[in-house]
């Protein structure tokens, strides 16, 4: 199997065998710290790819879409569009990334956690004013009270 590795994938694996090619991104070996990741990088033979920027536009219009853009850093952008552009699978931990994943088609597998088994859109929602407002706002623009994230759309998952 063809993969892209997300950080968490790299500090938690402890078995790569299973992955005949491995791909990362320059911004998740940056997130790298510790010893034994590194360690792990040094025998892992991976290749290191950046996206394409316009990879990481759609993956920012499909997290959009989900509500999940705030959460996702740009690695997590990255991984998601290496994926795309490649058309493997990602491996992460992450359900915000893994929530993407499966609103644009990518496959993934989760390493340390279990998969998502519910496919979530986000809204944003103020409780003072009880009214849903855009996923890109933070704050009620009517009274300024701090908006929550909350599921409009939850599907399930088939396996």
Known sequence: MKTV??????????DFRKFEEVFTTSSVLN????????????????S????AKKSREEIKNAARKTG???KLSETDIDVLA?????GITLVSDDYNIQNVAEKIGIKYISVFNKRISKFFVWRKYCPAC???????LNECPTCGTALKRVPSKKVGIEK
């Not at 590795?5 to 402890?14: E, G, M, R």
């Not at 290496?82 to 490649?86: D, G």
């Open 130 to 136: 009880k009214k849903y407002l855009g996923s890109e």
């Open 31 to 46: 997130e790298v710290k510790d010893k034994m990741s590194g360690l792990k990088l040094s025998v892992l033979r991976i």
């Open 48 to 51: 290191v790819l950046d996206p």
């Open 82 to 86: 290496l994926a795309k552009e490649l």
């Open 5 to 14: 590795l997300d950080t968490s994938a790299i500090i938690y694996l402890q």
């Open 68 to 70: 999940d853009l705030e």
